[in-house]
């Protein structure tokens, strides 16, 4: 008799690793608490996959030998109180996909830059003509990829939901930009938790893998000491350093593996600002580990489009720069815009607030922004953070106010950044949708 696999949720992860489960021979079962959209509908009728919505039917759920649960399921909802006690198995659409591929993977992780640097690398190595797939956080859903296509290499980005669903599942390069607090109301507001999440990405690597992060973030350090970590380590840093792994020395970025050396200028990298050099370093690295031929890897790290959402810039609006950086869903995201501003900015923040200490913020916010317009429902922490150093702070119920609003605030010369640092859950469906209102709304001007 067949296993019987429940999956609990109805996007991409969870109607890829219905699809990979069906074709592996077990007995499937998605459901969905919420809606789920009408093409995963068509999906699952045309692969026989029974499935329900807005709801979750406990005899059909509590019978499972394994579920699959989508990241975004906390774990605190019943019906995982219930499996856990129990004793079924929750595991992550990637921890079940692991399981059915060869393919060398590529994992990055961290609270920041891990969308950029994935499809950074993505980038290089399709430019150096490999068979690579890109899933994870991004793209087609990993289970999806293994169930239909041949891959021989994988870039993943994940998520600390996503590691904590892994087990067993072991990547060949991790990488780890940095850790920061992020989703702490998902972790009990315990900073500890979210840090060991992350670092399951090294979990189960071997002498034989290996292991790439930022020395400049302290957080990542002191943890690093504490562990016994049998991958090969390279750390980037944008200080001055010899030895493996990536540094910055006179304005030129160098990359050295076993006195393999790569550099480049600095002015002709893509991508800029100090966030952007860390996310460059990190790719390259990677690259130079698959051993991939410099100039490819120099040739990717210029032409590279960047990411919509991060640091995009719209257009002008008489003189006013319009910047979309609606994926700085936390702190330290909108501590490196801030940071690559070079005019005076009205500050387009608020949303679902995760537990964020805007302390790291004052500084710069003193220093470059000149008006900050709250968009989200409950903005009561914005204001007691800044309203010691910025005068004019407002409050308004849309992102068409927000934009209007930053019109007659910016002067011919300044920038409007959308930079929220909290998550968008409260007035849009995800932070794509709040970057697309804001770009639309900038149009419109």
């Not at 774990?75 to 921890?95: C, F, W």
């Not at 470059?368 to 317009?373: F, M």
């Not at 009561?380 to 150093?389: C, E, G, P, R």
Request: aromatic letters at 10%.
């Amino acid at each position: 008799m067949s296993k019987r696999i429940v999956i609990l949720g109805g996007g991409e992860s969870g109607v890829g690793a219905a699809i990979l489960a069906k074709t592996k021979g077990f007995e499937v079962f998605l459901s969905d608490k919420g809606n789920l959209k009408d093409k995963y509908k068509t999906i699952l009728n045309d692969n026989s996959i029974k499935w329900e919505e807005k709801q979750h039917t406990e005899e059909l759920i509590l019978n499972a030998d394994t579920v699959i649960k989508s990241p975004g399921i906390p774990d605190k909802a019943e019906i995982v109180r219930k499996l856990k006690e129990k004793n079924i198995p929750i595991i992550s659409e990637i921890e079940f996909a692991g399981r059915y591929t060869n393919a060398k993977i590529i994992g990055i992780t961290g609270s920041n830059g891990k969308t950029t640097t994935t499809l950074l690398i993505y980038h290089i190595f399709k430019k150096a003509g490999l068979n690579v797939g890109l899933a994870g956080n991004v793209g087609q859903s990993f289970a999806y990829q293994v169930a239909t296509e041949n891959f021989d290499i994988y870039v993943l980005e994940l998520s600390s939901f996503q590691l904590d669903g892994m087990f067993d599942f072991k990547v060949d390069v991790a990488i780890l930009t940095n850790i920061t607090p992020d989703h702490l109301d998902r972790y009990d507001y315990n900073f500890q938790n979210y840090i060991d999440s992350k670092l399951r990405i090294i979990q189960n690597q071997t002498e034989n893998d290996y292991f790439i992060y930022c020395q400049d973030d302290e957080v990542t350090m002191n943890e690093i000491v504490k562990r016994k970590i049998l991958a090969q380590k390279f750390p980037f840093t944008l200080a001055e350093k010899a030895g493996n792994g990536a540094h910055i020395k006179n304005e030129e970025l160098i990359i050295n593996i076993n006195n393999n050396t790569f550099n480049m200028i600095l002015h002709d990298l893509a991508l800029h600002g100090k966030h952007n050099t860390y996310n460059s370093m990190a790719a390259g690295i990677a690259a130079h580990v698959f051993k991939i031929r410099k100039d490819t890897i120099r040739e990717s790290l210029f032409d590279f489009q960047g990411v919509e959402h991060r640091l995009e810039p719209v257009i002008k609006v008489h003189g006013i720069q319009y910047i979309n950086d609606s994926k700085a869903t936390n702190v330290n995201s909108t501590w490196y815009a801030l940071e690559s501003m070079n005019s005076k900015v009205v500050w387009l923040a608020g949303g679902i607030d995760k537990g964020n200490d805007y302390e790291t913020l004052i500084p710069l916010v003193k220093e470059k922004v000149k008006a900050i317009i709250c968009i989200g429902t409950d903005n009561s922490k914005i204001h007691k953070a800044f309203k010691k150093v910025v005068e004019n702070i407002i409050d308004v119920s849309s992102i068409e106010e927000a934009v209007q609003k930053s019109y007659y605030l910016a002067k011919k010369g300044e920038t409007v950044l959308l930079s929220p640092a909290c998550a968008s859950f409260d007035l849009f469906e995800n932070y794509e949708e709040r970057g697309r209102r804001f770009k639309k709304a900038v149009r419109n001007l």
